[in-house]
């Protein structure tokens, strides 16, 4: 059971952020969600409900709303950071004057800082200086989490301390918190699969079947991997919740909002209209020029990030880059069993046709 005396605050009064709120207060916890809309605060102080971002859902009643930091984080154990990447440093920096070394601190946003290609926890780590430092990430799409559909998400740290608390704060019977150290790992896999997602709206709306998504999703874990291993990190972690399980749901879903973007671009919206229809941040967006960017630079192979940067932002109609990529390189399914160097020599030695 979860210690009632628990104080969690929550940076975010997003779909994601609201719903975290809602299941720490249903774990017993005092909590209090910042926000930077009066409206939106007072609204969920009095009807418990918040209109923008979760209008069809009751959040619990103990959560209280707020615009101000320092009441929002006076005597906070737990720390949860939901705010989009690119205004994560920008808010943090903000709480900065509120926050103290013994509190734990987690991201929840699944993006990438454009400048240093920085992950949302070492942001936390730069502007802090503090040894709680975490991530959440896994198959969670905020509504369903609202919604108390069974659900499980992982906090990855190397700190024990902010493991346990968060299993404590948040782990209840309709949502499971399982353990990972690596958070590089998880936070990376939660940014990548966004990119994935965009593709797979993309091809819903071209009426590609499930052996497409299918192919796309399991190509998606093998490129995944592999920029993963160029940067150090531990390709196995993509195997649990973090990974394969977020890119399954977000590559299904339409309640996924990179998947909408995606689907909107695949009906021959342009990317502002898509971005614009959709009213929120798709994280994969952005992700999708600095990871392109990133393989460039340290010679990785992706050609599923390439394509879809093509079709992004060089306006490549998505069905031809579709034709381009079947036509790609033969290369081999799992990379770890048989390396795709392997697969080229023995093409070469066989006097196959050059992909
Ligand atoms: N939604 C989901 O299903 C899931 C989301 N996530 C991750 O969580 C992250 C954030 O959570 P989510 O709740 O979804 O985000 P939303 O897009 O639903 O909401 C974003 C929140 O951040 C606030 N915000 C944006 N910019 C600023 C700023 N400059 N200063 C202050 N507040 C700001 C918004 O305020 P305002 O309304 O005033 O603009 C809003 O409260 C996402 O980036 C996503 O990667 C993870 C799992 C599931
Ligand atoms: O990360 C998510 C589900 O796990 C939510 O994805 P979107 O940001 O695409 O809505």
Partial sequence: MSDVTMRVAVLGGGSFGTALASIAADNGARVCQWLRDPELAAQINCEHRNGRYLPDYAINP?????????????GAKLVLVAIPSQAFREVVRQARPWLNAEQILVSTTKGIQEEGFKLMSQILEEETGFAHIG???GPNLASEVAQKQLTATVI??????????????????????????DRFGVELGGALKNLYAIAA??????????NTRSMLMTRALAEMGRFAVAR??????????????????????????????????GEGKTLDEAVASLGQVAEGVNTVRLVREKALEDGVYMPLAEGLYQVLFN????????????????????????PREDVKQDRRDAGAPND
């Fill in 201 to 210: 709206g993309m091809a819903a709306a071209l009426g590609m079947g499930e």
């Fill in 156 to 181: 990855a740290s190397d700190d024990p301390e902010t493991r346990t608390c968060v299993q404590t704060a948040l782990g209840c019977d309709y949502f499971r918190v399982y353990a990972s150290n």
């Fill in 62 to 74: 103990a959560v209280t709303a707020s615009t101000e930091m320092a009441e929002v984080l006076e």
């Fill in 232 to 265: 150090g990190a531990n390709p196995m972690t993509f195997l649990g919740l973090a990974g394969v399980g977020d890119l399954i749901v977000t590559c299904s879903s339409n309640l996924s909002r990179n998947y909408r973007v995606g689907y909107a671009l």
């Fill in 315 to 338: 306006g490549v109609p998505a069905r031809e880059m579709a034709r381009l990529l079947m036509r790609g390189e033969q290369s081999s399914d799992v990379e770890f069993v048989l």
């Fill in 135 to 137: 991530v959440i990430s």
